[in-house]
């Protein structure tokens, strides 16, 4: 029975055996708290440990801990003494790091264990009033640093977050000191900046019915949704009171006092005040202290308007929290977030939660493939809801997705065909049969065409071809059936060139060196065929050998992958050298993307050739029809970064390393003085040093240790110097990413738009957008699951190219914006300048989060 309190605190709440099955916050408490008491005197410092750790990672249960804390309290003061230096140490070392899920969870603890009367309203005021000066500080524009609002906006919200849980009690026992509260938020938030979404919206227009819900930025909402339920006498229904079960009891308890807490020192102002300065500090700021959740609204409002605004706000807060908190068991997630403590059906709101993290931009707290499983499971463990209502979303998403951002629609053409796989590839997809009458640029036709290329890599193309049987005539948006396209597999065509490859591949088969093939490549065919040909035949018959397998690409690329460097050396022959894999497996946009990334991994082509053949000419009319170029250049840039990432790392650990082994080589050194200096007699006369053989032992170590200072201080330097040849790789990178953009557009943007920015186009949304009248029939079609859009598409293909390319740039520009801003000035000076196009300038600038001088 030793392990039974730590399964009774970790089920409480739940419909679990442990509690008989049944849900009943009294019987749950009085049970926990029964078998905790019992085993406090055995397990003080086990029961301590694990019910912070239960409160801070089950924060949706926090009510149920805080009671429990409460009923403590009664019995054993000194323990509740430790729970609460605990609590404040851990807050500490939150705001010290910017731990921003802990610094906001603890204070959602403090605020309980106030209601539980464990600690005194006022200590947690002074905790809010503490933040808040914060905050004001740093927004001040003499005194502060306003790149940093969002930790400022981050201190806020923690306030104002927990309000929900214990506005009711402060209000009631400390009415003037928490109203000074609230007239310090007012204050405050009259003197910030409102932040903006741009560059972050997941939706490119604003709808009209959206235009209300950009009046307000997060906070400027919350606050909204606070001063709401101020208004309603603090009611609400979404977060549980069992203190108020014990409350009797709980007013016995002596209310301590909680330590001072000290927020971090504000960043220094940059020495030079410029655009450009802020916007980096901004940039660090925002991913230090990011933005939670940015809602969809992609369900209509009578799926959701049942719930108090501020309902929606907590409900939102417990499913962040398990999806943080649980993301390492997924099947534990899906169930927590099934079985929240609320009153009513959330289903919508789950789904638009999940969502909403899921197309996060700039990135989604974890990997989309999380979102993916836990989705899966919430299918299963909700058969008979939650799978109408994940379709819905997608229906929903489908019908703007002429206006979602680039990145996303990337993610959820990954996602959605991740999910069909998991379910048999079924799908209405009569549906959506009309793309088939839109130019093959609409986005819709693109998203059916890519989901459907995905699914074919997670299968194969028979079973994909057999699940849109109900629809066979989308069997034209499939991509190619078959393998590879060898250019030599019969002498049909250059007899010379075919008679080569023959020669290649038996050299091959007869194991050949890589030396002794580029011998023969250098005396034989190269002085008499030129190196085109060469490249062409080495390329091609490689490629056609290593055909079958991803194993056989590899000991191909390992065995002869000197002899691909020697005849492409450069840049150009490189270009020429993935124009060959892409012309060897067109046929399979996944075997040509594999294969350039493994080219790269080998050192044998570079990151700008990658760029630089993506902006080819023949490749440049595919930029608002596929997915595939796109695909091999996010490949690239992703593979740079991540080399940059793991020398940093390096690094960080090297300089550890040095640390460790100067204050070791210090230690032998001071230990090897203090023994010189030692007297001793020898023979009856006085010698300076120990025994000698103890000198030896001590100048030997001290002379190991300072070697390996040294040694560790080479290996720094070295790591040091590739990180430096690195940083130079990654500008020169993102210089000519931005250089083939600008070249690409200049034209085409001219000749479309003019000088006008994209304020004046009317046509995107209404190609996809229905009449107001319409708006209740249209949702009436989608929960049937029928929809009437097949109406034509009516942007032009070369304002579509421009979008869709000028979506990439946004897109890219946001992604690396780390990677990026070192270099923003460079940036400028060579590529964003006052001739480019205001589009142009726009899109990365957007995607970087920077105000566009008017």
Wanted: charged fraction near 25%; aromatic fraction near 8%.
């Amino acid at each position: 029975m030793s392990s039974s309190w730590r399964t009774l605190i970790l089920r409480i709440g739940e419909k679990s055996p442990e509690y008989g099955g049944v849900i009943d916050f009294k019987d749950h408490i009085d049970a926990c708290f029964g078998a905790v008491r019992r085993e406090l005197d055995h397990s003080h410092d086990d029961i301590l440990t694990f019910l912070l750790q239960c409160s801070e990672q089950l924060p949706h249960k926090i009510p149920l801990y805080g009671t429990l804390i409460g009923l403590l309290n009664l019995e054993d003061e000194d323990f509740v003494k430790k729970v609460l230096e605990n609590t404040q140490s851990s807050l500490q070392d939150a705001l010290d790091s910017g731990d921003c899920n802990k610094i906001r969870v603890t204070m959602r603890f403090l605020t309980v264990l106030m209601c539980s009367k464990v600690i005194q309203p006022s200590s947690l005021v002074v905790i809010f009033e503490t933040l808040l000066s914060s905050a004001a500080t740093i927004v001040d524009d003499e005194k502060g640093n306003p790149s940093w609002q969002a930790r400022a906006d981050f201190y806020i919200t923690c306030i104002l977050s927990c309000l929900p849980w214990g506005g009711a009690e402060l209000v009631e026992q400390i009415p003037e000191e928490i109203e000074r509260v609230m007239v310090g938020i007012e204050a405050y938030l009259s003197i910030r900046r409102r932040v903006s979404d741009v560059g972050l919206s997941v939706f490119e227009d604003i709808n009209k019915s959206n235009k209300l819900l950009v009046e307000q930025d997060f906070v400027e909402d919350l606050w909204s949704r606070i001063q709401d339920l101020a208004k309603n006498s603090w009611k609400l229904e979404s977060v549980p009171r069992p203190h108020l079960l014990y409350e009797a009891q709980l007013v016995a308890g002596k209310s301590h006092d909680f330590g001072p807490i000290v927020c971090q020192e504000q960043p220094d102002n940059p020495v030079e005040l410029s655009r450009i300065n802020f916007g980096r500090q901004r940039h660090e700021a925002e991913l230090k202290y990011p933005q939670r959740i940015r809602r969809l609204n992609v369900f209509s409002a009578s799926k959701i308007e049942d719930l108090q605004p501020i309902d929606r706000f907590v409900v939102e807060e417990y499913l962040l929290d398990v999806l943080f908190y649980l993301n390492g068991c997924r099947k534990e997630c899906a169930a927590c977030m099934v079985g929240l403590p609320v009153p009513f059906r959330y289903e919508y709101l789950m789904a638009e939660t999940i969502f909403s993290q899921l197309l996060l931009l700039p990135q989604p707290p974890f990997k989309p493939i999380y979102y993916t499983l836990v989705i899966i499971d919430l299918c299963k463990s909700l058969p008979g809801a939650f799978p109408a209502v994940v379709a819905g979303a997608v229906r929903a998403l489908f019908d703007r997705i002429s206006e979602l951002d680039m990145d996303c629609r990337t993610r959820l053409i990954l996602w959605f065909s991740h999910h069909l796989s998991n379910f048999q590839f079924i799908w209405p997809w009569e549906e959506w049969a009309y793309v088939l009458d839109l130019p093959k640029w609409a986005p819709q036709r693109v998203f059916v065409q890519e989901v459907l290329d995905r699914e074919v890599r997670l299968s194969y193309w028979d079973k994909v071809k057999q699940s849109i049987e109900s629809t066979p005539a989308l069997e034209e948006l499939l991509p190619p059936k078959g393998g590879p396209d060898f250019r030599y597999i019969s002498d049909d065509g250059d007899k010379t060139e075919y008679t080569l490859s023959k020669e290649l591949n038996s050299m091959v088969k007869g194991r050949k060196t890589a030396r002794e093939i580029i011998i023969w490549l250098e005396e034989t065919v190269i002085p008499v065929n030129g190196l085109d040909v060469c490249l062409r035949v080495v390329v091609q018959t490689l490629l056609d050998i290593g055909s079958k397998s991803f194993t056989h690409l590899i000991t191909v690329l390992e065995r002869y992958g000197q002899v691909i460097a020697k005849i492409c050396p450069n840049e150009e022959t490189q270009i020429m050298l993935i124009s060959e894999v892409s012309s060897f497996w067109k046929n399979s946009a996944q075997t040509t993307a594999i294969t350039i990334d493994r080219m790269m991994g080998y050192r044998l082509i570079s990151n700008l050739a990658i760029v630089k053949w993506v902006f080819s000419p023949s490749n440049i009319d595919l930029f608002h029809t596929t997915d595939r170029l796109w695909e091999i250049l996010r490949n690239a840039l992703n593979k740079t970064h991540n080399r940059i990432s793991d020398l940093r790392k390096e690094m960080a650990n090297l300089k550890k390393s040095v640390v460790k082994a100067e204050k070791i080589a210090a230690m032998a050194k001071a230990e090897l003085d203090g023994a010189e200096s030692k007297l001793m007699l020898v023979d009856n006369e006085p010698v300076v040093g120990e025994h000698p053989a103890k000198m030896k032992r001590l100048i030997s170590n001290a002379e190991k240790t300072k070697a390996d200072e040294v040694s560790a201080r080479e290996s720094l330097e070295s790591k040091e110097a590739l990180f430096a040849r690195a940083l130079e790789e990654n500008e020169a990178l993102f210089l000519s990413l931005y250089k083939n953009f600008s070249n690409v557009l200049m034209e085409r943007l001219h000749e479309t738009f003019g000088e006008k920015t994209l304020d004046h186009k009317d046509g995107d949304s209404e190609a996809m957008a229905v009449d107001e009248d319409d708006t209740s029939a249209m949702e009436t079609d989608k929960e049937n699951g029928n929809s009437k859009r097949n109406s034509g598409y009516i942007i032009g293909e070369k304002e579509q190219w421009c979008l869709s390319t000028l979506g990439y740039v946004k897109a890219f520009s946001r992604q690396y914006a780390s990677e990026i801003w070192p270099h923003m000035d460079k940036l400028e000076e060579e590529v964003v300048t006052e001739s480019v196009h205001p589009l142009f300038r726009k899109a990365v600038y957007s995607g970087l989060r920077l105000q566009v001088d008017q």
